[in-house]
T-cell receptor, first 111, second 110 residues
Framework: EAGVAQSPRYKIIEKRQSVAFWCNPISGHATLYWYQQILGQGPKLLIQFQNNGVVDDSQLPKDRFSAERLKGVDSTLKIQPAKLEDSAVYLC?????????FGQGTRLTVV | QKEVEQDPGPLSVPEGAIVSLNCTYSNSAFQYFMWYRQYSRKGPELLMYTYSSGNKEDGRFTAQVDKSSKYISLFIRDSQPSDSATYLCAIDTGGFKTIFGAGTRLFVKA
């Protein structure tokens, strides 16, 4: 079974620029998550999709972050404009039960 | 009060030691508890899960839930250098929504 694929692995941008991350979940997993993990902290849920509908986006900074899930499969997370405090690893995960399977993450550095 | 709290460590032990990792949580309604392991520059992976109270054992690993004190633990016996990683406690709060503790960094010295 192929795992969760994310790209890019690393991204360095200047503050106020925009950036997008892509995620391809495990086939058949209806639930998809984006987490933000700041160095030294646990993952924080940004948004949860069930198929292509949003279940929870209460912690997504909607003035600068947006996410969509295309046809209930792939997903993109966008930040515009980026701030220094957005420097973190962005993890995508998918599930069909309580267990979530994570990708390797995209490490974003905002300078 | 955070929904789940975990001491970030780091915790350094010699090879062969018994390791105890712990978390506390705030909501007594939570039922599904998990431990994830995260190696450096990798995503977390599920190590163990327990439903409601009690113990669960898998090889050198034992997960324990005490719902009366809202305390969850992970014990690692005969720890190995390959166990060096960050261990994240996690709780399913319903609807497959998972919240994570801060993670405890563990170093096992050969």
């Amino acid at each position: 079974e192929a795992g969760v694929a994310q790209s890019p692995r690393y991204k360095i941008i200047e503050k106020r620029q925009s950036v997008a991350f892509w995620c391809n979940p495990i086939s058949g997993h209806a639930t998809l998550y984006w987490y933000q993990q700041i160095l030294g902290q646990g993952p924080k849920l940004l948004i949860q999709f069930q198929n292509n509908g949003v279940v929870d986006d209460s912690q997504l900074p909607k003035d600068r972050f947006s996410a969509e899930r295309l046809k209930g499969v792939d997903s993109t997370l966008k930040i515009q404009p980026a701030k220094l405090e957005d420097s973190a690893v962005y993890l995508c995960a998918s599930s069909r039960s309580e267990e979530a399977f994570f990708g390797q993450g995209t490490r974003l550095t905002v300078v | 009060q955070k929904e789940v709290e975990q001491d970030p460590g780091p915790l350094s032990v010699p090879e062969g030691a018994i390791v105890s990792l712990n978390c506390t949580y705030s909501n007594s309604a939570f039922q599904y508890f998990m431990w994830y392991r995260q190696y450096s520059r990798k995503g977390p992976e599920l190590l163990m899960y327990t439903y409601s109270s009690g113990n669960k054992e898998d090889g050198r690993f034992t997960a324990q839930v005490d719902k009366s004190s809202k305390y969850i633990s992970l014990f690692i016996r005969d720890s190995q250098p390959s166990d060096s990683a960050t261990y994240l406690c996690a709780i399913d709060t319903g609807g497959f929504k998972t919240i994570f503790g801060a993670g405890t960094r563990l170093f096992v010295k050969a």
